[in-house]
Structures are given as structure tokens and as C-alpha cells.
């Protein structure tokens, strides 16, 4: 799976880098930086939650 | 076809001559050049600059639309064959190869869409404006074939509202007869990133004439498989479908075949809009241009999101895909800025910065906030402003603004921001040591400004 930003929708609330901080850091206006979008099994769980969570619905998981 | 050969023939691609090296080599550069050449296919029938080809001219030129020469699906595919060994690459920018375009559209066998770009949004670039205005029928032959080969049943030609242009087109095509399709003619806002292809398809769609980032060729006008592509593609598409792409080859490079339009401005004796081939010296190109006016410093290449060249780099230059790529920077769209020595790389750069900043489309936040912030540190730079920070900090944004937009244009601008750091080094040095730019009042030489 990949995790991907819609950058349109993506309002930077900023959720997404607190709940998923292993991949998911912030730039210095609050916008999210992916720097590698293969999800690791083990954070299946963790990018769900995240993706549930996105106030603007921008964060989601693609298949490969 | 014979007058066109003889065109052909005498604009054989030269990459240097007796002196050249040691031209290049010498302090100041003059621009002289016995290799500039004019092409002649794209204008052809219109060699004279503010006259349209009407139908007769066109016709008599370059005979008729061959649209018999591919009938049924063994030649709509035999035409898509002809532009794939043709190498013909989209002239808006991107490069991609219009074969490969054409071949996603077909793939969908839902009735797809020809959306045909003459919105050139880049203020730097006026070559499809001239193709409009000189040879219309041959941007209309192209999208009379684009829209047979991949089973199009509309077509559409996004030009921009007030243009004067669209009473050219309109009457362009009330001459003809026997189109596969209907042209629509729309006019569009004017605007930098509004000419993006996506954000053409959600103009027309919605009426937001802001990029979506949604793939053209599977959901484009109507929801509808959509083939966009630049006018001047369109117009070398008519061209192949003619003459074939052995023909279509003898002008140009292995990677970048053909002819192209290229607009150059800034310190040159004459503007404008010139044929080349793909190939062609930057210096040749700069001599069809009037030669400069002034000794220069740089080129700016590709257009606004496109990089600065020392001028030692550009002269030898070759414009085409490949070489560009050889020396790291992109093609981009074929327009060429000509910067003055005495001009100031930096505060130049600042200047289109601003532009490309206002331009945006205020959609997603590395744009939107990373664009000025990137703008601010080349104007605190210029003014000698800097403080220590300025250049890590200014690293570090455009590190990581590309690649995050959904579309290009970020991506562009700080193209542009990293090549102006690079090739104006010695600016940067002046003025991190505090030196306040006294050239930040002379330019900008950059067209920043849209004429219709």
C-alpha cells in the first residue's frame, strides 16, 4: 500500500504527522511531507487510523 | 513537396563552423552566426508574419488533408505507427511522445475528446499565437486527425477569452468542408496556470478554471477520455500524416525530430517567434532574433519555470531535448530570455518568482505559502538583505516544495530559483556580503506581462 496527500483538500491541519510520525513529518507552513510512500506492514494499523482521521479526507491508501 | 525538400535541404543542422570554438572562448561573446536558419514547414504557407494562410494558400502548400490515406481501424492505427516513428514530442512543455497520447486515448474506445491547447499562458512564449494567426487550417488538419485516429467525436480548441484569434479560427473554419468532427471554439480565462491541461478540461467542465490533478486521458471533458495536446503538436501531426515520418525526420536530432517554434525576448534587436530545428545552436537561434543588443550574462530556458544557462553554456547549446538534459536542465517549452551582463541574475529571478507566486492558483499549500517564501529570500537577497540563514533556509524550501502541487507549476518556480543559485553564484556572493543590488531598477528583461 501507498499513502498518498491530496493536495488540494489537505488544509494542514497537521493530524495526520501526529498520528503517523514514522513517515509523515510537516514543513514549516504545516503541510505534510511523505518522504517514502510504501507503507510498512506494521503500520498498517496506525495510517488507517490516521486516514480515518483527516479532518479534510486528503490522506489516503492506494494499492500498489 | 519538392519546395519543401529544398527548405529541408538547405537547413541542414550544423553544429559549429571554422572559428566557432574560438569565438566562444574569447571574453566577450559576439553573436554571429553564417549557420542561422530558418525552417520552413510550420509556416510554410504563411511566410509573411501578420498574414493567415486561408484555405487556398493552405491547400496549395501542402495539398489535401490525407484522411483517405488511413481509413478504418488498420489505419487510424497505421497513423498512430507514422507519428510513433516520427518521434513527434508535445511542443507545450512536458515533451511527451504524441504517439504514446494518442495510443491512451484509443486504449479507452469510449468516444474520446481532442482537446487542442492554444492558451499559451507563459508570458515568455507567443509561438502558438503566431501558429494561430499564420497557419490555422494546419492546427485544424491536426485536429482533424487526432480526432479520426484515436475515434473522436468532438473536438474542442481552448483558446482565451477577448483573443483575437477566435475570429481567425471561426473563420478558418467556415472554409472547410468534410472534417471528421466539429470544432468547438472556447475561450478561457487567460492566465499562467490556467492554460495547464487539467485545469483547461475543469474549465470547461465546471467552469473553475483551477488544475484538478485528475488524469486527462481516462476522465477528461465530459468525464470523457480526453486527448490534450498543444496546437503546435497538432500542426506537426498534419505535417507527418502528409509527408511521412522519414520526411519529418530530416530535420532535427534522434531525440527531438523535426522543427519547432521558439519565441526569444529580453536584450535581443528583434522579439519574436522563429521555426528551427530541434538542434539548432542557442547562438543561431539568438542571430535569427537580431543578435543581442548588449553583451549578455545568461539565457533563460523553457520558458518562466525554466532554468538560467551561463551564457558561455547556452551559446554552443544545441536546443533540444537531449542536450538540454545533458546538462541538467529541461527543454521545457522552446522560449529563450536573453540577460544583459549588466542585468542582476538575482534580482531578475526575483522579479519572475513574484509573477510565478501571484500566478498560482492558491490551491495547495506548498505552492500557495512555499512560492512567496522562496520569492521573499531572493528579494531580501537581492537588496542585500540577507541574513545568515537566508541560504540554508531557502535550500531547505526548495528541497522540498517540488513534486507536492497537483500540478507543475510549484515544481517550475523552483526550477527556476535553484538555476538562478547555480549559474548566478557570483551575485549571490555580492550580495550575502551585504551589497545591495543597484540593477534591481533596470529590469526586468523576462515578459511578464500577457499580450493577447
Known amino acids: 500500500m501507498r499513502l498518498r496527500?491530496?493536495?488540494i483538500n489537505c488544509h494542514a491541519h497537521g493530524l495526520c504527522a501526529e498520528l503517523l510520525p514514522e513517515l509523515i513529518t510537516l514543513d514549516e507552513w504545516g503541510y505534510p511531507i511523505i518522504e517514502d510512500d510504501q507503507l510498512p506492514p506494521e503500520l498498517a494499523k496506525e495510517a488507517r487510523t490516521a486516514?480515518?482521521?483527516?479532518?479534510?479526507?486528503?490522506?489516503?491508501?492506494?494499492?500498489? | 513537396m519538392t519546395a519543401l525538400d529544398d527548405a529541408i535541404a538547405t537547413a541542414v543542422f550544423q553544429p559549429s563552423f571554422p572559428g566557432f570554438d574560438a569565438m566562444i572562448d574569447t571574453g566577450p561573446i559576439p553573436i554571429v552566426s553564417p549557420t542561422a536558419v530558418e525552417s520552413q514547414r510550420l509556416f510554410a504557407a504563411a511566410p509573411q508574419e501578420w498574414?493567415?494562410?486561408?484555405?487556398?494558400?493552405h491547400l496549395r502548400r501542402f495539398g489535401p488533408l490525407p484522411l483517405a490515406d488511413y481509413p478504418s481501424g488498420a489505419g487510424k492505427r497505421l497513423l498512430v505507427e507514422k507519428v510513433a516513428r516520427a518521434g513527434l514530442r508535445g511542443r507545450g512543455g512536458a515533451g511527451y511522445p504524441m504517439s504514446e497520447k494518442m495510443a491512451l486515448a484509443y486504449e479507452h474506445r469510449?468516444?474520446?475528446?481532442?482537446?487542442?491547447?492554444g492558451c499559451e499562458g507563459d508570458p515568455s512564449s507567443a509561438k502558438d499565437r503566431a501558429l494561430l494567426r499564420r497557419a490555422p487550417h494546419l492546427v485544424l488538419d491536426g485536429i482533424a486527425l487526432a480526432a479520426h485516429a484515436i475515434g473522436a467525436r468532438e473536438a474542442v480548441l481552448a483558446l482565451h477569452t477577448g483573443s483575437p484569434l477566435t475570429a481567425v479560427l471561426a473563420n478558418a473554419l467556415a472554409e472547410r468542408v468534410g472534417d471528421p468532427v466539429e470544432v468547438e471554439l472556447a475561450e478561457m480565462p487567460a492566465g499562467f496556470v490556467a492554460s495547464e491541461s487539467t485545469a483547461l478540461v475543469n474549465t470547461l467542465n465546471t467552469g473553475d478554471p483551477r488544475p484538478t490533478g485528475v488524469r486527462t486521458s481516462t476522465k477528461g471533458v465530459r468525464g470523457r477520455p480526453t486527448l490534450v495536446s498543444n496546437v503546435e503538436t497538432l500542426a506537426h501531426l498534419a505535417l507527418i500524416a502528409r509527408f511521412g515520418d522519414d520526411w519529418y525526420r530530416a530535420a532535427g536530432t534522434p531525440d527531438s525530430p523535426g522543427t519547432t517554434l521558439v519565441t526569444v525576448s529580453g536584450a535581443v534587436n528583434r522579439p519574436g517567434v522563429h521555426e528551427v530545428e530541434l538542434g539548432l545552436p542557442?547562438?543561431?537561434?539568438?542571430e535569427l532574433a537580431g543578435g543581442e543588443t548588449e553583451p549578455l550574462r545568461a539565457v533563460l530556458i523553457g520558458g518562466l519555470g525554466g532554468s538560467w544557462l551561463p551564457i558561455a553554456d547556452a551559446v554552443e547549446l544545441?536546443?533540444?531535448?537531449e542536450t538540454c538534459?545533458?546538462?541538467g536542465i529541461e527543454l521545457g517549452v522552446a522560449a529563450l530570455v536573453a540577460l544583459p551582463a549588466r542585468a542582476c541574475g538575482i534580482a531578475e529571478t526575483a522579479a519572475v518568482l513574484r509573477y510565478l507566486a501571484d500566478a498560482g492558483a492558491g490551491q495547495c499549500g506548498p505552492c500557495l505559502f512555499g512560492l512567496p517564501a522562496i520569492t521573499a529570500d531572493f528579494d531580501a537577497l537581492a537588496m542585500g538583505a540577507a541574513d545568515r540563514d537566508l541560504l540554508p533556509r531557502l535550500q531547505r524550501r526548495l528541497g522540498v516544495i517540488p513534486g507536492r502541487g497537483a500540478c507543475s507549476h510549484p515544481d517550475g518556480a523552483v526550477r527556476l530559483a535553484a538555476?538562478?543559485?547555480?549559474?548566478?553564484?557570483?551575485?549571490?556572493?555580492?550580495?550575502?556580503?551585504?551589497r545591495p543590488c543597484p540593477a534591481t531598477v533596470l529590469g526586468p528583461w523576462t515578459p511578464l506581462e500577457h499580450r493577447p
Not at chain 1, 486528503?58 to 500498489?64: F, T, W
Not at chain 2, 549559474?423 to 556580503?433: E, M
Open chain 2, 110 to 117: 469510449k468516444h474520446a475528446v481532442v482537446l487542442a491547447n
Open chain 2, 318 to 321: 544545441p536546443l533540444a531535448h
Open chain 1, 5 to 7: 496527500v491530496d493536495p
Open chain 1, 51 to 64: 486516514v480515518q482521521s483527516c479532518p479534510a479526507l486528503a490522506l489516503s491508501l492506494k494499492r500498489d
Open chain 2, 325 to 327: 538534459a545533458d546538462v
Open chain 2, 419 to 434: 538555476s538562478a543559485l547555480h549559474t548566478f553564484a557570483d551575485d549571490v556572493a555580492a550580495h550575502r556580503a551585504g
Open chain 2, 282 to 286: 542557442i547562438s543561431d537561434v539568438l
Open chain 2, 51 to 57: 498574414v493567415t494562410a486561408d484555405l487556398d494558400a
